[in-house]
């Protein structure tokens, strides 16, 4: 678990990191650099899950060896089921980093959300939604290992 309190925005105990794929993790199928030592190092305090589309169909391939759940969602209403997965692990304990449309509803929905934008840039509903947008994955997962961080850019 990872604990922080935030001055004016509140506690936060986050047990589940909860991730899209493509455009969050990686750029074009291909995980960014620096993305499994962080999830590796992460991977000692929260739960990591991979919820994603696959569009590229490389997501298992790219996360072997990682200590993550993997989950590859159908066709269609993909924010719904990002949503549902978020709200069945509970949403008050999960921190959640995407970039697509379809990831929207779980950050919103999320204790913590993050944007992140790669290469294929971020949807705005999506930016919306968050609580925090960063210019990679690296730096987001990076607030999860230096809290601190987080409480710069959340207090009040």
Do not use: W
């Amino acid at each position: 678990m990872i604990e922080m309190n935030i001055p004016g925005h509140g506690t936060l105990r986050l047990d589940y990191l909860v991730l899209d794929h493509n455009g969050t993790l990686a750029v074009d199928g291909i995980l960014a650099p620096g993305v499994r030592e962080c999830l590796e190092k992460l991977s000692e305090d929260l739960t990591i899950f991979v919820v994603t589309a696959d569009t590229f169909g490389k997501a298992r391939a790219q996360l072997e060896g990682i200590p993550c759940d993997l989950t590859i969602l159908p066709p269609g209403n993909q924010d719904r089921g990002k949503l549902a997965f978020v709200e069945k692990l509970g949403s008050s304990r999960t921190v959640c980093i995407g970039n697509g449309r379809n990831d929207a509803l779980m950050l919103e929905t999320a204790a913590l959300g993050v944007a992140v934008v790669l290469a294929e840039g971020a949807a705005v509903a999506t930016l919306n939604s968050a609580d925090v947008v960063c210019v990679g994955i690296v730096p987001a997962l990076e607030l999860l290992l230096n809290p601190l961080r987080l409480t710069a850019t959340l207090r009040s």
